[in-house]
């Protein structure tokens, strides 16, 4: 069974870097054809995919967040971690990450509530 856990800072200022962890148990992150995605959901809003990494090298990322967003990964930890650079209270949301692509998703951390606030 796979298990994904979300871990990292609960408050951020604006202009800061919003950095995340995503611990994967059960399942390799460099395996091919598998994808880990991130996803938030601000708010009162829906679920917004922000980017994801394939077999632990390719990245892709949601154009409206792209020269933002950052997502990479520490194989020796079986880990991948995003990056949100120039946040403001508008990037305030519950992160969550998953396994799969594509809105098609098959395991999913708890999620973790971030504040972007000064």
């Known amino acids: 069974q796979v298990q994904l856990q979300e871990s990292g800072p609960g408050l951020v200022k604006p202009s800061q870097v919003l950095s995340l962890t995503c611990t994967v148990f059960?399942?390799?992150?460099?395996?091919?054809?598998?994808?880990w995605t991130w996803i938030r959901q601000p708010p009162g809003k829906g679920l917004e995919w922000m980017g994801f990494?394939?077999?632990?090298?390719?990245?892709y990322y949601s154009p409206s967040l792209k020269s933002r967003t950052s997502i990479s990964r520490d194989a020796s930890k079986n880990q991948f971690t995003l990056q949100l650079s120039s946040v403001t209270p508008e990037d305030t949301a519950v992160y969550y990450c998953?396994?799969?692509?594509?809105?098609?998703?098959?395991?999913w951390g708890q999620g973790t509530q971030v504040t972007v606030s000064s």
């Open positions: 998953a396994r799969g692509a594509q809105f098609s998703y098959d395991s």
């Open positions: 059960g399942a390799s992150i460099t395996m091919n054809s598998i994808c």
């Open positions: 990494i394939c077999a632990g090298v390719n990245t």
